[in-house]
């Protein structure tokens, strides 16, 4: 875009933004009568108290603001008439938001929920007052609260009428979350008989819930104390029964029927049945699933104590079986036995075998290609819902502009295989170990064939890896056990050789270790924790969360245990020891990785960003691997520079076609902040800076100024700032960003080195297109 038709540009963009904002006169679209709300707060006159928490409970709010300043759709709908039979007033109707017009009884019926809030906190005497500040027709809303004196539990008292109940709940009072001289929260009140109700629940108590669990509050004792006493009446299941202790559950008889209803067991008789410790198994024609495997994934056991933890574990693993497309458990009362509970496991499975293909064009810096793809699943491998995939993906892309090679296209084609198992295959571990984990057993090999104009590459790996978490999901590892690559190059050009790979000085180390044949043997194991499980999270703008990653791996320990068990030789031409004749990798890394959300109301959120990185080489490496190594830019990064156009360090490149060999490092820093707003439709915004580089441990020749130095590193951190948009689906989010340079590291000048103060658009500005959020 030519200097002055940018100048133009952005010239015309202001008055366009400056005449929407003026022409927002929403007083013509109000009655003489009727106010816009223009602002609502809430204020306490006690500190601690959680305002914003009470914000929930106003009903009725203010037009919406674009990163919590501009009210831009309210400003869209002011660009409309007030005749709606014209089709363009319908339009900027329908996209923006028509003004908030004050409501009297919906503020007040706000002001009576948030003093009932504030009031079962322990103010029982709070009130809320309404404070109106009227500018002509703009009317700014203030909640008020006024808490008084908090009330205090100065007593706490049990009455349980069921001696065994009774004895169940004294066993765990250790866990209460009451206790004397705690303020009087009805909250806590509620999640203690949550906590005792789950307790009976996971006792033998099928038919025990909330509504048995009651507090008296007695507060006539004076001088803002609380009496507490706990009840538990006896059972009674009807106004016309009478009371009886409450009835304890066994599990009695267990019936697991695969693409089978009840109805069926008695009239067909092509219903196959199998008795496997304790449990009968009924299913249509050949069975599915090995009942074993099914009794390994099931909670339930003949004569156990009834627990509703039991039950969803049972239900939760079943489910999540790839040969399960759905599982239903139901309870009813045993015939035989009044203390009994027949459980009936009902399944129904998926479709065994599936076949998948996939068509996608590319572009690699202009080349263009294209990829098939073709996949075949078996989802229960073994009978015991193993999941095998094969996957086979061949591509083709035509390459110009590259002189001096007789072969001017790119073609690869590789084969990948799967194997999954919903367990955890490793001896030695406990049964209470296994039960309390949902563990996954991977093995993998693939195979990829390169052939681009200037080298033929091929890579080999094979891997063996474990993933478990706990039920709430919030905690995941993963362990590899054992991940191998053989990287194999069968031919090399003369032009390319000559070029870059011939010069053994250390100008050229980076580029040449990663053309050679090459092991790499790792172990690593990586632990991530979020604070809002998955299945809780809902909108990626809206979670007051935080998560963090950690990973560690190793590689080539084994190897040179190997390699000295065999007394290989140290190989002169490549500096290194070898196995069978080829070198293999030795190195370390570390990843640390923490994300951080704050809401602050419906439609806006900031989300901080903070993630570090070192790997370093040893022993029989001297440089990383290509694939282990740090770059910086692009669109998860800082999004001011592309994908590996920045750094390491001082370090800026040049024009040839590897710099993305050299603009690698050992070490990565990135830091980001980013405000997010939702705009319109499933239309949502986001300003963001971001700061970052990479760095190498060593000092190489050709990345001069990439070397990590404590005394200098900070100066070399780049800034970026930039806007972008999301389509927010729910389920995916399609992602624009474009990003502004503000601290250049490559250059040394002022003028250069800060273009936030000297910005060119031409220079500086990179836009960046992807899918899902940035972190």
Not at 53 to 58: A, E, H, I, R, T
Not at 198 to 204: D, E, F, T
């Amino acid at each position: 875009m030519p200097p002055r038709f940018r100048s133009d540009f952005c010239r015309l963009l202001s008055v366009f933004l400056c005449g929407l904002m003026l022409s927002c006169a929403p007083e013509r679209f109000l009655r003489e009568d009727e106010l816009l709300l223009d602002r609502v707060s809430v204020k306490a006159d006690t500190t601690g108290l959680p305002t914003s928490q009470l914000s929930g409970y106003v009903r009725q709010h203010p037009n919406s603001r674009w990163f919590s300043l501009f009210k831009v759709p309210l400003g869209v709908y002011c660009i409309s008439g007030r005749d709606s039979t014209k089709r363009i007033n319908r339009f900027f109707q329908r996209i923006g938001e028509a003004p908030v017009v004050f409501d009297s009884t919906q503020a007040e019926g706000g002001r009576l929920n948030m003093q009932s809030a504030v009031r079962n906190l322990g103010f029982l005497n709070a009130d809320v007052e309404l404070a109106k500040r009227q500018r002509q027709h703009k009317l700014a809303l203030e909640y008020h609260i006024h808490t008084h004196e908090r009330y205090l539990v100065s007593e706490i008292r049990r009455q349980i009428d069921d001696p065994v109940i009774d004895s169940l709940v004294e066993d765990v009072m250790d866990e209460t979350m009451l206790y004397v001289g705690m303020p009087f929260d009805i909250n806590r009140l509620e999640a203690e008989r949550s906590r005792l109700t789950s307790v009976l629940q996971n006792s033998g108590y099928q038919r025990f819930n909330k509504s048995f669990v009651r507090f008296d509050a007695d507060t006539t004792i004076g001088n803002r104390q609380v009496a507490l006493t706990l009840r538990i009446p006896l059972y009674r299941e009807s106004v016309m029964d009478s009371l009886r202790v409450h009835p304890r559950y066994h599990i009695g008889k267990i019936s697991y029927l695969t693409d089978v209803e009840r109805t069926q067991l008695s009239a067909d008789t092509a219903i196959d049945s199998v008795f496997v410790n304790g449990s009968c198994f009924y299913q249509s024609g050949k069975g599915v699933l090995n009942p074993s495997f099914v009794l390994a994934k099931s909670e339930l056991h003949p004569g156990h104590l009834y627990r509703e933890s039991d039950i969803q574990s049972t239900y939760n693993n079943l489910s999540s079986l790839s040969a399960i497309l759905g599982a239903n458990l139901s309870l009813e009362p045993s015939a035989q036995r009044p203390d009994e509970l027949d459980a009936y496991v009902h399944l129904l499975t998926a479709k065994k075998h599936a076949v998948s293909a996939e068509l996608e064009g590319t572009n690699s810096a202009g080349d263009l290609g294209a990829a098939v793809a073709l996949g075949y699943q078996n989802r229960n491998v073994f009978r015991r819902s193993a999941m095998f995939s094969l996957k086979v993906r061949g591509a083709f892309e035509a390459i110009k502009g590259l002189e001096g090679y007789a072969d001017q296209n790119y073609i690869e084609y590789g084969v990948e295989a799967d194997l999954n198992f919903p367990e955890f295959r490793f001896p030695f571990l406990s049964r209470t170990f296994r039960h309390s984990i949902k563990a996954q057993s991977i093995a993998s090999v693939m195979y990829d064939s390169q052939d681009r104009p200037e080298f033929h590459r091929r890579v080999l790996t094979g891997a063996w890896r474990y993933r478990w978490n706990r039920s709430n999901m919030k905690v995941q590892h993963r362990v590899d056990f054992i991940d191998l690559n053989y990287v194999f190059m069968p031919w090399i050009s003369e032009t390319f050789r000559k070029e870059y790979l011939t010069d053994n000085s250390s100008r050229n180390a980076i580029l040449r270790y990663n053309y050679e044949n090459l092991f790499i043997m790792k172990m690593g194991y990586n632990f991530s924790y979020t604070s809002v499980p998955p299945s809780a999270q809902g909108s990626a703008y809206g979670q007051n969360a935080y998560s963090v990653r950690i990973g560690i791996e190793s590689s080539g320990n084994l190897l040179y245990g190997i390699s000295n068990l065999f007394n290989t030789q140290y190989s002169q031409a490549l500096n290194a020891y070898t196995l069978f004749d080829i070198a293999y990798a030795e190195y370390v890394k570390f990843d640390f990785d923490f994300a951080k959300s704050f809401r602050f109301d419906d439609r806006n959120s900031m989300a901080l960003h903070f993630a570090f990185g070192v790997a370093y080489p040893y022993g029989n490496s001297t440089v990383l691997p290509y694939e282990k190594r740090y770059f910086s830019g692009g669109a998860n990064s800082v999004r001011g520079w592309s994908v590996r156009g920045l750094g390491p360090g001082s370090f800026s490149g040049s024009d040839g076609r590897v710099d993305f060999i050299r603009q690698t490092g050992d070490m990565k820093l990135d830091m980001s902040m980013e405000w997010r707003s939702h705009l319109f439709w499933k239309i949502d915004g986001a300003v963001f800076v971001d700061a970052g580089n990479i760095w190498t441990l060593r000092s190489y020749e050709e990345q001069p100024g990439g070397q990590f130095q404590f005394e200098t590193f900070w100066k070399q951190i780049a800034v970026a700032y930039g806007l972008g948009f999301r389509l927010n689906f729910g389920y995916f989010i399609l992602r624009l960003d474009g990003g502004m340079k503000a601290v250049n590291p490559s250059y040394t000048t002022s003028k250069e080195h800060f273009p936030i103060f000297h910005p060119r658009f031409g220079r500086d500005f990179q836009l960046h297109f992807a899918v899902g959020l940035p972190f």
